[in-house]
């Protein structure tokens, strides 16, 4: 009985999630859902129930026929949402790394019974701005696609306006200049783990390797200093 509400519960909420109750008055919005938010909040106590997210992502991908697509409707806007976040973080931001373990935590999410599939590696996969056709140097390839601000985060102070101005202006003794670098460079020591398991999710996904080493390779050739390495 108790599976059952469950699953009512998340077929319920992808409903809601879709738009499928909206009348004429409810606001409308291509990029943002009522559920990013419950996702990028990080506290002692969950916002969301356990394996609510995992069920919801394996219930909408197993709704999927043809043109209806539950999975891209419900998680789209999601992905969108989860990446505009990044957008406006720095490695001096706080919970600056909340985002990246949210994205990890959905691209590692398995189809149940699929020999190899992650619905939310294909998904982001398939986003238009996953891998823009045109890539002219290394900044714009960082700005237009959908990894780029994930993997943008420095604690180089020619690569952040932020960090120039926490610990370069703002914070004038040297003790508290060198503390606070130490502090950065750990953090983003430890986000780099997540960062790993993003890339690995989507090389582990066979729908998804191959684009995922265009997207590797285009970040090479469009970086001088490092394909110079080859």
């Known amino acids: 009985a108790l599976s059952c509400i469950k699953r009512i519960c998340v077929s319920y909420s992808s409903l809601v ?20 938010q419950h996702l990028l909040t990080e506290g002692n106590v969950p916002v969301l129930p356990p394996l609510y997210v995992s069920d919801l992502v394996l219930h909408c991908y197993s709704e999927v026929d043809g043109d209806y697509n539950p999975l891209t409707l419900v998680f789209k806007p999601i992905l969108s949402d989860i990446r505009s976040e990044m957008t406006i973080k720095s490695a001096v931001s706080d ?34 701005n996953w891998l823009p056709s045109v890539t002219v140097n ?8 959908f990894l780029g601000p994930f993997f943008a985060l420095s604690a180089i102070s020619d690569d ?13 003794i040297a003790t ?9 460079e750990q953090q983003i020591s430890s986000t780099r783990n997540d960062l790993v398991r993003i890339v690995k999710a989507l090389l582990k996904c066979l729908s998804t390797r191959q684009r995922m080493m265009e997207y590797i390779a285009a970040v ?7 394909a110079k390495m080859r």
């Open 220 to 226: 090479v050739s469009t970086n001088m200093a490092r």
């Open 17 to 36: 999630l879709m738009g499928m109750f909206d009348d004429e008055h409810t606001p409308k919005c291509a990029h943002c859902s009522l559920l990013t």
């Open 176 to 184: 508290n200049l060198k503390t606070m670098s130490a502090s950065v």
């Open 95 to 128: 919970r600056f790394n909340v985002p990246i373990q949210t994205l990890a935590d959905l691209l590692e999410i398995k189809a149940q019974g699929a020999t190899n599939s992650w619905p939310i590696c294909e998904l982001v996969c398939a986003m238009e």
């Open 160 to 172: 952040s306006k932020e960090v120039v101005e926490k610990l370069y202006i703002k914070e004038s």
């Open 138 to 145: 290394g900044h714009k390839l960082q700005h237009d696609t």
